[in-house]
């Protein structure tokens, strides 16, 4: 029978059928990083647990690392005291930490991929929301609470509802100034936030075919912001060329055996999906979020719903979100003043964001009420940033360049929006209160849109932002 690669992931992976009707996973690789660890040590020590496989798990500081300044110990008491508790349970369990001094620190779902860690066919899981981020790989991944933290620390596995396949195609050519990220907001749009509830998403069509790795992350990244438990992209050549040399990939001979595995667990052909969408690339346009939560997206030459329009059980929610934001209905979103501009977290800051960021801003300065920041998503991506001379291009436009970490995608380090802010950010998230303050509005854009508003001190459109 044809299968799909969930089919087949999960199959290699189950160690029994529960009679609950869940599915024991083993987990190949645990990612873990200071926030959600602490505790899930501490209910391990308090009955005498061993942490069962430290060589399938892997950890990193990402969120609340100060950017500006990392020398140790930080200024805030209390993510030293995370930190420190992170050092010491890699100690103890004999965990690899990769730490500030490691030079290979950075977002958890940014040096997985880089180290060669996340690999085709894998089941991860790690305690944050964007695990998903590792299925551009063909690895099934899931972010799981804290208390499944414990439960894999504990045993390696991880009791799972079955899950269905949504398969999500995106055909044709994507249009100029349209990048991963408006794919992703635009499949997000079309089937709601809740829309992808029960499924893993499988992307594919010639859109997803041609993108690099680092644009398939940025698609796999958001699928938890859809609903989807998880979201995957079969792997194919571009994913083996990506591993290739990467530290923890197989070399020689068996890199060439795991390129042939990591190919034969793709879908097949004529297996069969829960679901089938599809969407024209061509039609997609550069997207801007309006409101609270990442399907209230529009084009950035649309205008603001008016909630009197919008279909009844949206209304509610469009409202609220008109309020929260300070619009105006039927007015435009281009034009909306920006304060703060921020280019970074595990959706959009890796080398080809910054790249991309940096070829809007190269010979521009950030307007002048702007406060703008690039915040590298791994040390790894700001080393090869730099060597490319693209710190440069953004400190002379007036961008601050900083140290790598998760920074002022949730907030909990120095990086908080004041106030009602309002920041244009290549980010995830927009919930309220998501980038620091209760009342700071975020509108989220891709990296290159996020760079013209910092230029404009408004939001632009990418499409004929170089024309002026
Ligand atoms: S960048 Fe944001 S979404 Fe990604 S791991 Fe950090 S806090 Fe989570």
């Given at each position: 029978?044809?299968?799909?690669?969930?089919?087949?992931?999960?199959?290699a992976?189950?160690?029994?059928?529960?009679?609950n009707?869940?599915?024991?996973?083993?987990?190949?690789?645990?990612?873990?990083?200071?926030?959600t660890?602490?505790?899930?040590?501490?209910m391990?020590?308090?009955?005498?647990w061993?942490?069962?496989?430290?060589?399938?798990?892997?950890?990193t500081?990402?969120?609340?690392?100060?950017t500006?300044d990392?020398r140790?110990?930080?200024?805030?008491?209390?993510?030293?005291?995370m930190?420190s508790a992170l050092?010491?349970?890699?100690?103890?369990?004999?965990?690899?930490?990769?730490?500030?001094?490691?030079g290979?620190?950075?977002?958890?779902h940014v040096i997985?991929?880089e180290?060669?860690?996340?690999?085709?066919?894998?089941?991860?899981?790690?305690?944050?929301s964007?695990?998903?981020?590792?299925?551009?790989?063909?690895a099934?991944?899931?972010?799981?609470?804290?208390?499944?933290?414990?439960?894999?620390?504990?045993?390696q596995?991880?009791?799972m509802?079955?899950?269905?396949v949504?398969?999500?195609?995106?055909?044709g050519?994507?249009?100029n100034?349209?990048f991963?990220?408006?794919?992703?907001?635009?499949i997000?749009?079309?089937?709601?936030?809740?829309?992808g509830?029960?499924?893993?998403?499988e992307?594919?069509?010639?859109?997803?075919?041609?993108m690099s790795?680092?644009?398939?992350?940025?698609?796999?990244?958001?699928?938890?912001?859809?609903?989807?438990?998880?979201?995957?992209v079969?792997?194919?050549?571009?994913?083996?060329?990506?591993?290739?040399?990467?530290?923890?990939?197989p070399s020689g001979?068996?890199?060439?055996r795991?390129?042939?595995?990591?190919?034969s667990?793709?879908?097949?052909?004529?297996?069969?999906?829960?679901?089938?969408?599809?969407i024209?690339g061509?039609s997609i346009?550069p997207?801007?979020?309006?409101?609270?939560?990442?399907?209230?997206?529009?084009?950035?030459?649309?205008r603001?719903?008016v909630a009197s329009?919008?279909d009844?059980?949206?209304?509610v929610?469009?409202?609220?979100?008109?309020?929260?934001?300070?619009?105006r209905?039927?007015?435009r979103?281009?034009?909306?003043?920006?304060?703060?501009?921020?280019?970074?977290?595990?959706?959009?800051a890796?080398?080809?964001?910054l790249?991309?960021?940096?070829?809007?801003?190269?010979g521009?300065?950030?307007?002048?009420?702007?406060?703008?920041l690039v915040?590298p998503?791994?040390?790894?991506?700001?080393?090869?940033a730099?060597?490319e001379g693209?710190?440069?291009?953004?400190?002379?436009?007036?961008?601050?360049?900083?140290?790598?970490?998760?920074?002022?995608?949730?907030a909990?380090?120095p990086?908080?929006?004041e106030?009602?802010?309002?920041?244009?950010s290549?980010?995830?998230?927009?919930?309220?209160?998501?980038?620091?303050?209760?009342?700071?509005?975020?509108?989220?854009?891709?990296?290159a849109?996020v760079?013209?508003a910092?230029?404009?001190?408004?939001?632009?459109?990418?499409?004929s932002?170089?024309?002026?």
């Amino acid at each position: 029978m044809p299968s799909t690669l969930l089919q087949k992931v999960w199959d290699a992976h189950t160690v029994r059928r529960l009679p609950n009707g869940q599915t024991q996973l083993f987990v190949g690789l645990h990612l873990v990083h200071e926030v959600t660890t602490p505790q899930a040590f501490d209910m391990l020590r308090a009955r005498g647990w061993r942490v069962r496989f430290p060589e399938r798990t892997v950890a990193t500081v990402d969120h609340i690392v100060p950017t500006r300044d990392q020398r140790r110990p930080f200024g805030d008491v209390m993510a030293e005291d995370m930190l420190s508790a992170l050092e010491r349970n890699c100690r103890e369990a004999g965990i690899r930490l990769f730490d500030l001094s490691s030079g290979s620190q950075g977002i958890v779902h940014v040096i997985g991929p880089e180290l060669g860690l996340t690999q085709p066919g894998m089941t991860i899981a790690c305690g944050d929301s964007h695990t998903s981020t590792h299925g551009a790989f063909g690895a099934v991944a899931f972010g799981i609470g804290t208390s499944q933290v414990r439960d894999v620390l504990a045993s390696q596995c991880l009791a799972m509802e079955p899950l269905k396949v949504r398969r999500i195609r995106v055909t044709g050519r994507l249009p100029n100034g349209v990048f991963a990220k408006d794919v992703i907001l635009e499949i997000i749009r079309r089937l709601g936030v809740q829309g992808g509830v029960g499924y893993a998403y499988e992307y594919a069509g010639e859109v997803v075919d041609r993108m690099s790795m680092d644009e398939r992350m940025t698609i796999c990244n958001m699928s938890i912001e859809g609903g989807a438990r998880a979201g995957y992209v079969n792997p194919d050549s571009t994913t083996c060329d990506y591993l290739c040399g990467r530290k923890f990939a197989p070399s020689g001979d068996a890199f060439d055996r795991a390129a042939t595995w990591w190919k034969s667990i793709a879908s097949d052909p004529g297996a069969s999906y829960d679901d089938e969408v599809t969407i024209d690339g061509a039609s997609i346009r550069p997207t801007v979020t309006w409101g609270i939560n990442p399907g209230q997206s529009l084009y950035v030459d649309e205008r603001l719903p008016v909630a009197s329009d919008v279909d009844p059980g949206s209304r509610v929610a469009t409202e609220e979100a008109l309020e929260f934001m300070g619009f105006r209905p039927g007015d435009r979103i281009a034009g909306t003043r920006v304060d703060v501009a921020f280019i970074g977290s595990c959706t959009n800051a890796r080398l080809s964001d910054l790249r991309e960021a940096a070829r809007v801003v190269r010979g521009h300065h950030v307007a002048p009420h702007v406060k703008a920041l690039v915040v590298p998503g791994s040390q790894g991506v700001r080393l090869a940033a730099e060597r490319e001379g693209l710190d440069r291009v953004f400190v002379e436009a007036g961008f601050e360049w900083r140290g790598a970490g998760c920074s002022m995608c949730l907030a909990m380090n120095p990086d908080r929006l004041e106030g009602r802010q309002v920041c244009a950010s290549s980010s995830n998230r927009n919930f309220k209160g998501r980038q620091g303050s209760p009342t700071g509005r975020t509108l989220l854009m891709s990296p290159a849109m996020v760079a013209a508003a910092a230029l404009a001190g408004e939001v632009v459109d990418i499409r004929s932002f170089g024309e002026h």
